[in-house]
């Protein structure tokens, strides 16, 4: 790994794989459980092709690129692309991540049609509400659809995926319905869905998903739910485990 060079109200964070860290910035949106379990969701294969929409810093790149052939990300904003562009040159991994800054509203003008076999989405949220804008912090709006809503992102996801591809989403399980509509008229069928609660008995609070293109309606696999922490607090064993903490009384 080359040195980190940190600028003013930036952090480096150990991502407990394969050595890698990352630069965060503590004024943007730093990433959090949400983007690690969407990471770990999919199964992934050695000459696959990956597309994240919505990059931010390039966690999720960061973390499967031992894992697949290659994995583009794309990002709007352009502080947040040259951040994740510099943790990919920290880490030494330019031959198997890229970054472009760009808007996946416009995927037709970034990348080849149906050239990816997986895409993986973190996307804003929550829509937001008449009067919301001047009041959010931009940390705040980074998690409502200021730039790109549901229904985006399922069609950048579709235009960007092969026959047989897959899309993996976090998300609210509120939305699950909405979500599936969107899928469904993008010629995408979920097959595999978890819901991720804070604490056993507590409902859940995000979910992940994953849908096929082009495969025939029916066949959801619903998985038992993740559950995030014990009662006292500390994570389970599952969560430690994708963490890559080897002290279950760890806390990350």
Do not use: W
């Not at 880490?91 to 970054?99: D, G, H, P, T």
């Not at 579709?158 to 899309?167: I, S, W």
């Not at 998300?171 to 599936?180: M, V, W």
């Not at 595999?192 to 066949?219: C, D, F, S, T």
């Amino acid at each position: 790994m080359r040195e980190a060079v940190l600028r003013e109200h930036e952090r480096l964070d150990d991502l407990m794989r394969s050595g890698r860290k990352i630069i965060q910035d503590t004024r943007e949106f730093c990433f959090s459980l949400d983007a690690v379990l969407l990471a770990h969701f999919p199964h992934y294969r050695s000459r696959q092709r990956v597309l994240e929409l919505g990059t931010g810093t390039g966690v999720i790149p960061l973390l499967i690129a031992d894992e697949v052939a290659h994995v583009e990300a794309v990002e709007i904003s352009p502080v947040m692309a040259e951040l994740a562009a510099r943790n990919v040159y920290m880490n030494e991994l330019e031959a198997r991540i890229s970054v472009r800054q760009g808007d996946y509203r416009e995927i037709r003008t970034l990348y080849p049609a149906e050239s990816f076999d997986t895409v993986l989405a973190n996307p804003p949220y929550r829509p937001v509400a008449h009067g919301q804008v001047n009041k959010m912090s931009g940390v705040a709006r980074a998690r409502h659809e200021f730039t790109a809503r549901l229904v985006d992102v399922v069609r950048a996801a579709r235009y960007a995926l092969k026959f047989g591809g897959r899309f993996a989403m976090v998300h609210l399980p509120e939305r699950l319905g909405e979500i599936i509509v969107a899928m469904h008229e993008n010629q995408m069928e979920p097959k595999r869905l978890r819901m991720v609660q804070p604490k056993e008995g507590r409902a859940p609070n995000m979910m992940l998903i994953e849908a096929v293109v082009g495969a025939a309606p029916g066949g959801l696999k619903v998985m038992p739910p993740l559950i995030v922490h014990r009662e006292d607090g500390s994570y389970t064993e599952e969560i430690l485990a994708i963490y890559g903490m080897q002290d279950a009384g760890e806390n990350k």
